[in-house]
T-cell receptor, first 113, second 115 residues
């Protein structure tokens, strides 16, 4: 089993501040996805990265995949209360298990006005 | 598009009873996944299907758990007999297939409480 460790577990910040969430593993992943989950709902995909060193930007969110494809980070600039949620990273292994995502435990982000 | 539909949204049952959770995937999606989420263990994959065929059920915790997908538009997850430790939120998700980097679309979940 490939384990994904997320840090920190919980993050509380004021509106307008920046934050970074990390996702680390000792294993190599074919791809890594970030999902956001709000209370009472299922996770929703934010981004997928597949190439080592890849950087993707989604408005105020910046996602990076490590060069060795073992880690990833999510950076939010000027956080807003709407960014509040549980952020989950999920990795896919070898070609015969691409559909079998391994999820991290998540980082709970709370942005207060 | 209605998205992934799960029923019931909430289920409260007594220990020893049979529980059946239902899922309707997004039309046209060929792969279906059942997950369980708890505070202690996070989001765990239980089983997944491709073209209605179970591909990997290694995440199913015990023989008390079983899942079926009789057709492309319906799947069930059954727990018999249920135990208090089965209390969790159960999610169903679907995707176009099992290709690399395909998005999984999650349903709203079924919150199961076993007393």
């Amino acid at each position: 089993t490939q384990l994904l460790e997320q840090s920190p577990q919980f993050l509380s910040i004021q509106e307008g501040e920046n934050l970074t969430v990390y996702c680390n593993s000792s294993s190599v992943f074919s791809s890594l996805q970030w999902y956001r989950q709000e209370p009472g709902e299922g996770p929703v995909l934010l981004v997928t990265v597949v190439t080592g060193g890849e950087v993707k930007k989604l408005k105020r969110l910046t996602f990076q995949f490590g060069d060795a494809r073992k880690d990833s980070s999510l950076h939010i600039t000027a956080a807003q209360p709407g960014d509040t949620g549980l952020y989950l990273c999920a990795g896919a292994g070898e070609v015969d298990s691409w559909g079998k995502l391994q999820f991290g435990a998540g980082t709970q982000v709370v942005v207060t006005p | 598009d209605a998205g992934v539909i799960q029923s019931p949204r909430h289920e409260v049952t007594e220990m020893g009873q049979e529980v059946t959770l239902r899922c309707k995937p997004i039309s046209g999606h060929n792969s279906l996944f059942w997950y369980r989420q708890t505070m202690m263990r996070g989001l765990e994959l239980l089983i997944y299907f491709n073209n209605n065929v179970p591909i990997d059920d290694s995440g199913m915790p015990e023989d008390r758990f079983s899942a079926k997908m009789p057709n492309a538009s319906f799947s069930t997850l059954k727990i018999q007999p249920s135990e208090p430790r089965d209390s969790a939120v159960y999610f169903c998700a679907s995707s176009l297939g099992l290709g690399l980097a395909l998005e999984q679309y999650f349903g709203p979940g079924t919150r199961l409480t076993v007393t």
